[in-house]
């Protein structure tokens, strides 16, 4: 059965009588996307896949990350940790490890809590419909619908920030996506055009348009199936679709980190333990400021006692954006130090290094120093 979609006054999709349509708004949305996939269809390893495991693993790493860059982390980590067991008895540095500049380490941590709670709690079996995979940690309502969709065949739209500005656009929805509410509004206007028993081809086909043709910035319009209805593009106002999210105020965080190694080469490094950001993963001797300016002062009550260089040169400067801080990491190198600086600093052999997890500041440092 066709399903026809109109605009209502409050520009939100209602289900109406076919008979009274016009051409330009009479349409089968699934059926032309599901016809497109078809004919433009995507070789990527994540694709068809039915094993839970291995569609969860991708999910979470395609959060907030391009699909180019989880590519060769998505084939390193099945190979290291081919089954939800193997990734459950693993230490959380040797998942780290694989995960090492993919960024957003909390959801590899959030992995091997659910591996291990899945193994252990229930018998290694992966729950196989969405509101028992809503249930675990690190699984939300998109990665649950996905996973339900693409493995056990659930009728479930499964909504990504594909799938919404798709929507959005197409239908012209104005509703926010950033809220609950809204999320909501957007998942039952899909449910409402699902077409039965082909989530699954439906979910990946807005995944993979979203991804080739209607791109957040200068989609493809010209090779939009849906461009003589979609009301964002009819209306020129493909900007205003979806609604954005309000920007935040960046923290700012000065990271300055000195680079000690002892007088055979070795490098002090230590475990970050603390409930921030790169939690578990490993560094260099930190010292943290609010501003750029770090006090000379503070550098001789700390290095003066050890014997090092004072005055220390900055070799290398890099910043990067998380989701909600603006991280400026300086790097500097001090006269080699003999005596921790810290009682949980341990001395590690430059061919070593790769052995241990690192923060992106830190990788590009070792890159561009180091040659590892
Ligand atoms: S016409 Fe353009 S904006 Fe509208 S759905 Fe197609 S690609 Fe997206």
Redesign the pocket.
């Known amino acids: 059965m066709y399903i026809h979609l109109q605009y209502n006054s409050r520009n939100s999709l209602k289900k109406v009588n076919t008979s009274s349509f016009s051409m330009k708004t009479k349409f089968n949305f699934a059926q032309l996307l599901i016809q497109w996939s078809i004919e433009n269809p995507r070789t990527l390893p994540w694709i068809a896949e039915k094993n839970p495991y291995k569609v969860w693993v991708s999910e979470i790493m395609l959060q907030q990350t391009r699909v180019e860059t989880v590519l060769p982390y998505f084939e390193k980590f099945i190979k290291a940790f081919p089954t939800i067991q193997s990734l459950a008895v693993a230490t959380e540095s040797q998942i780290f490890k694989r995960w090492e500049g993919l960024g957003y380490y909390s959801r590899a941590r959030n992995m091997h809590f659910t591996a291990k709670y899945i193994v252990n709690e229930l018998n290694g079996n992966f729950p196989n419909n969405r509101a028992a995979l809503l249930k675990l940690k690190g699984i939300g309502r998109y990665t649950s619908a996905a996973i339900a969709s693409f493995c056990y065949d659930e009728n479930v739209a499964a909504l990504d920030g594909n799938g919404i500005r798709?929507l959005s656009?197409?239908f012209g929805i104005a509703e926010n996506p950033w809220t609950l509410s809204g999320v909501t509004y957007f998942e039952k206007q899909a449910a409402a055009i699902l077409p039965k028993n082909q989530a699954a081809l439906f979910n990946q086909a807005l995944m993979d348009f979203g991804s080739k043709?209607?791109l957040p910035k200068n989609?493809?319009?010209q090779d939009?199936p849906?461009?003589f209805a979609?009301k964002?593009?009819r209306e020129d106002r493909?900007a205003e679709f979806p609604i954005k999210k309000t920007k935040i105020e960046l923290r700012k965080r000065h990271f300055h980190y000195f680079v000690i190694q002892d007088q055979k080469n070795n490098f002090w490094i230590h475990k970050r333990v603390e409930n921030d950001i790169w939690k578990g993963l490993h560094e260099f001797y930190l010292i943290e400021t609010t501003k750029k300016n770090l006090s000379k002062r503070v550098v001789q009550q700390i290095f003066g006692k050890l014997n090092s260089a004072l005055n220390p040169e900055i070799i290398l400067n890099f910043s990067q954006k998380l989701s909600h801080q603006h991280i400026f990491t300086y790097f500097y190198a001090v006269k080699p130090i003999e005596k921790a600086v810290q009682a949980d600093f341990f001395l590690v052999k430059q061919e070593n290094l790769k052995k241990f997890a690192f923060p992106k500041s830190i990788l590009v440092f070792l890159e561009n120093f180091i040659r590892l």
Do not use: G, K, L, Q
């Open positions: 798709i656009r197409v043709i209607c989609p493809h319009c939009c849906f461009s979609c964002a593009n493909i």
